[in-house]
């Protein structure tokens, strides 16, 4: 597996960011990432963002989560 | 003259004289200590426990700790852990040529004043410098001697099914705090080691209830390693429940970070007690009254069975929880 | 949102788990390629929770455990090198080559250090201007371009004295050759959601293309797993076989554009060896020509000696479903968690080892 955690970027200088996961602050390249902005979600893995994830896509499938979790109370 | 420590501090000549009597004697100075003879002679009565520990870590100050407070919680709680309560200790150093004197009056400052806390005295020492490169800074060795109060017996033997798991509060806080400054892996957290002095609150539990099974203090290989040991030496099952395991956010997030699970992260103020269920309540309470386990809870329960340690997990499953197998090192993978 | 505790709601967890009860009719068997999909099934007892028509295989775990002893034998003759300073992923330090470990050498003088990222072994190489610095770049798809964001950070920086030993494997290869070499047993791939990141989930087509097995990216927590099971399983009772993504807010199907640029800037594909599982065209990076100033193999004469390869190791049929550790020779005797042989021993999630440690499979019902 590829070990990576969600983190929150707080600042941007140059390809580095300053970004907390779960209340720890680390500094991490975006080199990969040139797209992420603050406040944005980025995967962190070793160091490097690998991607931005995407909150809208998030909350839907938490969303359909909670349908699925709904129905199943429904059965029982 | 010179601000660090030369290999003729421990040449048995004047300056390591000068050093023993101003930095280590002075701020430590009790009657039995300042006698200087070769050997400390005390006053002794009662069952007696006797332990020791040698201590490296790296670095040898981080939040929330240092080498000394290390060297004097350490022992003194492996003292508490069998029911003693800590009364003398001895304090040895091997240090590396070179090291700044400055450094050495910051340990022993934080020394005195975790024995001022755990209520220990120093009564004998050693201290020999080594060539520059021949150790890393600084290591200390402690070994302590406490009393067993009448009646009181403990040990990883003794877990009985129906027995109560309590633990003193949020796991992993020392090991990640000391990982946050080690070279290559910095990261900025305000996690603070744990390491404390845990004799007061053992005396406490022990005063609620006497009949306490086990007492251990979950350090390297932390929690899982620990209740891994006392199931195996009692030969019992003991279940605990994950969502009743305190970690704080930091830790858990450093751990997700790094690869670690914090039940394998290390532990310098923390127990694990093991009490029958009828005074699990009044211990807990003991627990919570005392400086270094506000944040005690029940996180599970022994059971008949065989040496193993499992764990209900918050999808209403479980799984074994295995020891500890190599050292704890970060992983991408 | 934070992306974390959300994905771990043992309610929501329930009601996917019901669905795959109430959904799964066929018996199905699935294999997680990924360790980390391991990791999650097994601290949150997922096996143990899902129902008796649905079998769960673990995959080759991760790209540490699947290195070959001839290229752990190249690093720990790079780290013998007097004055070299190997930086290296944690992972890598214990697993054994052919004769011995990054551990050992260490501990015969070796200067080895563990670092989280590539950003601490540059660090290292700046602060060490007169020595060199080798990292091992070890890793699938999702560390590869972090190593070779390494590479073009040293040219930029003109750091001289920093190189890497690309050890890299890609998944997609070693997946068509399992598939390729016989029978498999398969009827769904959790895919690995942090290699998808960066490839998309279009690297995963051809599975359900070619040979008709479901495939499902995944997310790590207990939540994306579920639901990847819940996925696979409509698609097996369907009986339509196709790609489709459970970990929709970290993965595109054509993946990060930039890492891919990145990789393919400073990376070629070359075949590599795979421990238990022998040489695979394709599997593996080579650093290009252009940049042969930072392939450590270029740079250094590396003589690690013969190669001793273990025989009767059969973690490959293992990994396709054919086989169960018990089957193996090597198994509890010449191959141990603390003497590992083959993948599935190296990896602490391997079948190997969880049979090993738990006689089964980690479960207790």
């Known amino acids: 597996m590829c070990v990576a955690v969600p983190a929150l970027v707080k600042s941007i200088e140059g390809s580095l960011a300053r970004v907390e996961i779960g209340g720890i602050v680390r500094e991490v390249s975006l080199r990969l990432t040139p797209e992420a902005r603050v406040g944005d979600y980025v995967i962190v893995h070793t160091g490097y963002a690998i991607n931005v994830l995407d909150q809208a896509e998030g909350e839907e499938t938490l969303r359909l989560f909670e349908e699925i979790a709904r129905m199943a109370d429904g059965e029982r | ?333 | 949102m934070k992306f974390a505790s959300e994905f771990r709601q043992g309610k929501l967890a329930q009601g996917l788990l019901s669905k795959i009860r109430g959904a799964s009719k066929r018996p199905a068997r699935f294999m997680e390629f990924c360790g980390g999909h391991t990791v999650t099934i097994f601290r949150y007892g997922i096996r143990q929770a899902l129902p008796e028509t649905i079998m769960m295989l673990s995959g080759p775990g991760c790209p540490i455990c699947v290195t070959a002893n001839a290229d752990l034998d190249k690093a720990i003759a790079l780290a013998r090198i007097p004055g070299l300073i190997i930086a290296t992923f944690g992972d890598a330090i214990r697993v054994p080559g052919s004769y011995t470990s990054l551990q050992v050498a260490r501990a015969e003088g070796a200067d080895v250090r563990i670092v989280y990222s590539t950003l601490d072994a540059l660090r290292i190489a700046e602060e060490n201007p007169g020595r060199k610095v080798v990292f091992l770049g070890i890793g699938f798809e999702t560390t590869a371009p972090t190593i070779a964001a390494s590479v073009l950070q040293a040219k930029e920086d003109g750091l001289a004295n920093y190189s890497v030993l690309s050890l890299h494997k890609l998944c997609p290869p070693v997946i068509k050759a399992l598939l390729d070499s016989g029978e498999v047993a398969l009827d769904g791939f959790i895919c690995p959601g942090h290699v998808s990141a960066i490839t998309g989930s279009k690297a995963w087509e051809f599975i359900a293309r070619d040979y008709g097995i479901s495939c499902v990216v995944a997310g790590f927590e207990p939540l994306d797993v579920l639901q990847s099971v819940d996925m696979l399983v409509a698609q097996v009772e369907r009986g339509e076989p196709m790609v489709e993504i459970a970990y929709r807010r970290g993965v595109q199907p054509e993946g990060n554009t930039e890492a891919l640029r990145l990789m393919d800037e400073v990376f070629e594909p070359c075949s590599a060896e795979w421990r238990g599982m022998g040489t695979i065209p394709d599997s593996g990076l080579r650093l290009k020509d252009d940049y042969r100033r930072f392939d450590a193999e270029k740079v250094f004469e590396i003589d690690p000696g013969p190669t001793r390869e273990p025989s009767g190791c059969i973690c490959g049929e293992i990994l396709q479903g054919l086989k169960t550790p018990h089957d193996c020779p090597l198994f509890g005797e010449a191959c141990t968690p603390e003497e590992p042989v083959g993948p599935c021993m190296v990896s602490s999630e391997g079948s190997c080892s969880t049979y090993y440690r738990y006689g089964g499979g980690g479960i207790e019902r």
């Open chain 2, 1 to 333: 003259m010179s601000d660090r420590i030369l290999l003729a501090h421990g040449s048995g000549g004047t300056l390591a004289h000068r050093l023993v009597e101003e930095r280590f004697v002075k701020p430590l100075l009790n009657p039995v200590l300042s006698k200087l003879d070769d050997a400390a002679v005390v006053d002794f009565a009662g069952r007696l426990a006797f332990t020791t520990d040698s201590y490296v870590v790296n670095p040898i100050f981080f939040p929330g700790g240092d080498i000394g407070r290390l060297a004097i919680c350490g022992t003194t709680n492996d003292l508490a852990m069998s029911g003693a309560r800590p009364v003398y200790l001895s304090l040895s150093f091997i240090i590396e040529e070179g090291f700044l004197l400055t450094d050495i009056d910051r340990i022993i400052s934080s020394i005195r004043e975790t024995t001022e806390e755990a209520e220990v005295k120093i009564v004998t020492g050693d201290t020999k410098v080594v060539d520059r490169g021949s150790a890393d800074k600084v290591y200390i060795n402690t070994a302590g001697i406490g009393v067993v109060p009448e009646g009181v017996s403990l040990s990883g033997r003794n877990a009985q099914p129906g027995d109560k798991v309590l633990l003193s509060g949020p796991i992993g806080d020392h090991g990640i705090a000391v990982m946050s400054k080690r070279e290559g892996l910095d990261f900025s957290t305000k996690v603070e080691s744990d390491c404390a002095p845990l004799c007061e609150m053992v005396a406490a539990m022990i005063a609620a209830s006497p009949k306490i099974h086990c007492l251990r203090d979950p350090t390297r290989g932390g929690l899982a390693t620990t209740l891994n040991e006392l199931a195996s030496q009692s030969n019992v099952r003991i279940v605990i429940e994950e969502e009743r395991i305190p970690v704080r956010d930091e830790v858990l997030a450093a751990c997700e970070m790094l690869g670690f699970d914090p039940l394998y992260v290390a532990n310098e103020g923390k127990l694990v007690a093991l009490v029958p269920a009828s005074d699990a309540e009044r211990v807990l309470a003991a627990m919570r009254k005392s400086k270094y386990g506000k944040e005690a809870v029940l996180i599970g329960e022994v059971k008949e069975g065989s040496s193993r340690v499992v764990m209900k997990t918050s999808l209403g499953t479980s799984r074994l929880i295995d020891m500890l197998t190599g050292d704890l090192l970060p992983r991408i993978c």
